[in-house]
């Protein structure tokens, strides 16, 4: 099995660990390919990720303008070709620009027959609009129905979309795969509405945005997350507004469970302890209370070792559940913690894998068990 990987905007916060995971799982799943990324300006960042990356395995470097191949040589790093060499060289493409900058580099990965995996951020209806007025690519009824599929959240559908054959998929975004995984856990309960709020970070870390300690900005309706996550679980209804808070690290979700019949909290967090990529954190911990979201997510990071900090993949949710009646439903109010750079990068990988043809049956324990992704409840009863 042979598949090369290529990265647009490899330097992005999402992007640069999904390329890290990837590498790790590629090698441990036997699959022979070159990693690929595409250069723009010569920047620090990008120069220091480059490095990085050689120093750990080795990428193939590619210019975007052919202007920039000698600063990029000065500065030490070999140019393979340009352009239209990158998506020629690249079986699959892992599209991690800012939004609304990804229309040329998907329409040329299709031109040069690449597998396009997009990130949460897409919007799929104008890129499908800008292809059909650019006339570049030949969109066939396979293609627009790649573009009008539901989001690509492995966990729930690989099998489904290893049946389609798609050369397209959309992932899911770090806030729709923490509602996903949410929902993947509490569906066998009887699972069905999700309501709240999700407090999203004004910026990551680095990130300078315009901000005051005293202001929270919200959304007038429900957001696009819960909207995508009910493309994948359809039986489940999705309600939830997403604000803005002025912190940098994690986006924190405040959601009501709606649930038939009775369901306790106790039945909710052994769920979750089983599935896949979820943690529980108690609330009460030896006379410690873990109640503040910065601290929860040091405790959790100091215990694990991740090759860029902060690097959480898993879904952290707190066992502080509070559960209220009404008539035959049951509502079960939750936290949940989404440290927004890396939750969806496993998602990411099992794109790659599933472009490559990885059997369904072994993706989900390969990818957990090559990047040390854990289920449980912390400290003591996790696995991956």
Known sequence: MKSNAGFVGFDGTENKRTLLALAQVKKAAGIEGDLNVLLRKPHGRALSIVSKFNRLFGVKAFVSE??????????????????????????????????????????AGLSHGCFVSLMGGADRHELLKGLAESGKVKISDELKADFAREFFFGLENYEMFQKAKPRLVQCTSCNTTGLSRLALAARPLGLTAVLGNIDRRHGDPHTVVKASPSAIQFGKGAGHQGTD????????????????????????????????GSVTPAQLVEQLAKTREVVVMPYQDEGKKHDWTSEILEAFLSAVERPISPEIFELIVSDAIIPFKLGDNTILQTVSMVEQMSIAVPNHVESYLLSAGYPAADVHSLVDKSLGIMHGIWPDKLAC
Do not use: C, Q
Request: charged share 25%.
């Open 66 to 107: 052919t202007a920039d191949r000698e600063k990029w040589e000065k500065a030490g790093v070999k140019i393979e070709g340009g352009y239209d060499d990158f998506f020629a060289a690249s079986n699959f493409l892992m599209v991690g620009t800012p939004g609304d900058e990804e229309l040329p580099y998907v329409e």
């Open 229 to 260: 996550a009910g493309t994948v679980f359809e039986e489940v209804k999705f309600a939830v507004r997403a604000s803005k808070v002025p912190t940098t690290v994690p986006h924190t979700n405040f959601l009501n469970l709606i649930f038939k």
